[in-house]
Nanobody, 122 residues
């Protein structure tokens, strides 16, 4: 069982930066693939980024490639999402998720956080 808690969301102007954190409970954090998804108002939840167990394999949605960086610190049971050059279309609730395989599909992730709101003003 893994419990995930996100933090770091907020209101930022376009072009600004934020860093999201997601801290996991339990001792098996390093055995989970960790991902970030986001859900904009009135839209379905979408994949943002994923990092493998050791942190040396990362993948990004095309919409965030070059602007967002995912990383993890297994000693701190935490995964991060550094977001730069933010755009109004990045406005969404951001969720972290834990799963067993590197994937971009929601159904591959069995554990989810409660989400943190990111709002980018124009």
């Amino acid at each position: 069982q893994v419990q995930l808690v996100e933090s770091g969301g907020g209101l930022v102007q376009a072009g600004g930066s934020l860093r999201l954190s997601c801290t996991a409970s339990g001792r098996a954090f390093s055995t989970y693939v960790m991902a970030w998804f986001r859900q904009a108002p009135g839209k379905e939840r979408k994949f943002v980024s994923v990092v493998n167990w050791s942190g040396d394999g990362t993948y990004y949605a095309d919409s965030v490639k070059g602007r967002f960086t995912i990383s993890r610190d297994n000693a701190k049971n935490t995964v991060y999402l550094e977001m730069h050059s933010l755009k109004p279309e990045d406005t969404a609730v951001y969720y972290c998720a834990a799963g067993a395989v590197v994937a971009g599909e929601e159904y591959e992730y069995g554990y989810w956080g409660q989400g943190t709101q990111v709002t980018v003003s124009s």
